[in-house]
T-cell receptor, first 113, second 111 residues
């Protein structure tokens, strides 16, 4: 069990560019979550996958954001036409169906210039 | 959504002191987790405690679900305990399990 991993750990981009983040959950976990955290706040929910199905999306997830989990294993989160307000830490978590204790990855820190 | 309130927002202690962090939530829950966020931003799991009491070394936690609060106790604090402590809950009755986080307690432990 290597834990949840995320790549890249840091991303600096210019406004208007597209970025993609990857999350690899704990291998036996069916559930995968994306959260976003801004300075001084707790993480906020973005979206949830159970296996490959995306079952819930937050209002925070505008149409510039898209997430996939194509084979029910790793997931990607893409942000198109980035804005300065997208600067944040993007956190991925996974859990088993039996109890939903969520385990978080190290996060991807996005800075939009 | 569920409202999660943590107190105090900031706590400054000298090494060796004990502390209690509180988490109040506004609805019935089927998941409650305490996390410690390290300086690099990683959320470290401390407790999964939707009800009852658990202990792990110098840390312990109690959740009284019927009264909608949880407490995290830190005894004999060390400088390595510094960081932000988050409480997060998931609503009872939801099968999706999204967590609602409080704003955290910033703990600073001085040597």
């Amino acid at each position: 069990d290597t834990g949840v991993s995320q790549d890249p750990r840091h991303k600096i981009t210019k406004r208007g560019q597209n970025v993609t983040f990857r999350c690899d959950p704990i291998s036996e976990h069916n559930r995968l979550y994306w959260y976003r955290q801004t300075l001084g706040q707790g993480p906020e929910f973005l979206t949830y996958f159970q296996n490959e199905a995306q079952l819930e999306k937050s209002r925070l997830l505008s149409d510039r954001f898209s997430a996939e989990r194509p084979k029910g294993s790793f997931s990607t989160l893409e942000i198109q036409r980035t804005e300065q307000g997208d600067s944040a830490m993007y956190l991925c978590a996974s859990s088993a169906l039996r109890d939903n204790e969520q385990f978080f990855g190290p996060g991807t820190r996005l800075t939009v210039l | 959504g569920i409202q999660v309130e943590q107190s105090p927002p900031d706590l400054i202690l000298q090494e060796g002191a004990n502390s209690t962090l509180r988490c109040n939530f506004s609805d019935s829950v089927n998941n409650l987790q305490w996390f410690h966020q390290n300086p690099w931003g990683q959320l470290i799991n401390l407790f999964y405690i939707p009800s009852g009491t658990k202990q792990n070394g110098r840390l312990s936690a109690t959740t009284v679900a019927t009264e909608r609060y949880s407490l995290l106790y830190i005894s004999s604090s060390q400088t390595t305990d510094s960081g932000v402590y988050f409480c997060a809950v998931a609503r009872r009755g939801s099968t999706l399990g999204r967590l609602y986080f409080g704003r955290g307690t910033q703990l600073t432990v001085w040597p």
